[in-house]
């Protein structure tokens, strides 16, 4: 009798637990640098697309910057064409390599020519949300359209959008997605993001804030600090041709499992 109670127990505990869990499965694609005109590029990127299309589960893709290798229209409505024939939505993040407002493409410009390709795209912005379930989903531009460069800049405007987003939503567990990290995984006075301290010390107010991905240095590393994994990624473009499938577990009453793994793509 015993036996049967402790296993009904069994049963009832691990209903309980998946009544309260949530999941979710993403992709990240970072550093595609992809241009028209290289025929590699081209490969690589529609070699992704293949790839990601062969996975069961995954949610959504989000592209964290640099998908073109230069602030170029006709390149970026080629790069949406290819990834339009991604089996789930995608986002984009927009990086130091894709804008100049001057001699280019704006930033206003690339959301059009992303929504001009894409009538399932409907952000406006480079900064928004979005949510999927129990998670919440905001990309945060920190790239110069003016004078371009490789120092990431989180405008006091997008340090607004993102405290705002995770006021309103409190109930939710967020990760931010952008191009450039908080915590760089090398020193580098070049590529360093401008005044991260600040953007870190408003993270600090809230407590809904599991993770951060990002690209821009073309390296794989992974830290949590703070209660917040900052995942950094490798490039797309750049051997071994690699992606980041990113898996996370909530289960109410434990912290947030965090699941990632680096998928290398096949170029023929």
């Known amino acids: 009798m015993r036996k049967y109670l402790a296993y009904i127990v069994f049963i009832l505990l691990f209903l309980a637990q998946t009544c309260f869990a949530s999941d979710i499965k993403f992709v990240q694609v970072s550093d595609s640098h992809y241009s028209k005109d290289n025929e590699y590029a081209n490969k690589v990127l529609k070699a992704a697309v293949e790839d990601i299309n062969k996975l069961n ?12 290798n230069r602030p170029n229209e006709e390149d970026l409505a080629e790069f949406v064409r290819i990834v339009n024939k991604l089996n789930v939505p995608y986002y ?9 407002k001057s ?42 359209e003016i004078i371009p460069g490789a120092n990431g800049y989180f405008k006091e405007s997008t340090l607004q959008f993102v405290d705002k987003q995770l006021s309103k939503h409190k109930n939710l ?51 949590m600090q703070d209660g917040i ?8 473009l750049v051997l071994p041709h690699q992606y980041k499938i990113i898996d996370i577990n909530l289960t109410k009453g434990f912290s947030p499992m965090i699941y990632t793994q680096l998928r290398e793509v096949t170029v023929e």
């Open 57 to 68: 589960g995954v949610s959504f893709v989000v592209f964290t910057g640099d998908n073109i």
């Open 173 to 223: 567990k967020f990760v931010i997605l952008q191009h450039f990290p908080l915590l760089a995984p090398m020193e580098s006075r070049s590529h360093s993001t401008y005044k991260a301290d600040e953007y870190l010390k408003l993270l600090d107010k809230h407590s809904n804030v599991i993770a951060i991905v990002s690209g821009h240095f073309h390296t794989n590393n992974e830290k």
């Open 103 to 144: 001699n280019g493409l704006s930033k206003q410009r690339y959301m059009e020519v992303i929504r001009e390709n894409n009538m399932f795209f409907k952000q406006r912005t480079p900064d928004y949300y979005f949510r999927k379930g129990d998670f919440g989903f905001i990309i945060a531009d920190g790239a110069k």
């Open 229 to 236: 994994y900052h995942i950094n990624s490798p490039a797309l």
């Open 92 to 100: 984009m993040v927009i990086g130091n390599h894709e804008v100049f």
